[in-house]
């Protein structure tokens, strides 16, 4: 896994590279995760922020999941913060990211993790 780390990254040059995966924080520097994946033919990683996942209610944690599953369609995505977990990250949180991924509206939908 590449992980860009910071607000300014060269995306444009990550083709150029052979890893399978590729990590920035995609909350909070471009590209979204959907234009990510128009650029990049591997996996991206990402779609919540260390902020939230940390200091924010459930809801919150769920619904940034929700919305990066619906902008990568579920596939080529692995759903994680744009950095480091922090360690002080409440079970209830990851909990909630994890329930997200295993959602059975979005398996209905085609979406989420694939068995």
Known sequence: MLH???RDVYFEIVSEFSFPIVNWHDREAPPALSEAQNLYSGAVCGGLRQDTLVYREQAEVQSEAEDAIAQT????????TGCV??????????????????SPLLKGEGLGVRS
Do not use: K
Not at 74 to 80: M, N, P, V
Not at 87 to 92: D, L, Q, T
């Open 4 to 6: 860009l780390h910071g």
């Open 73 to 80: 369609n579920g596939q080529r995505f692995i759903l994680s």
């Open 85 to 102: 977990v922090p360690v002080i990250a409440s079970h209830g949180n990851l909990m909630a990211a994890r329930n997200t991924v295993d």
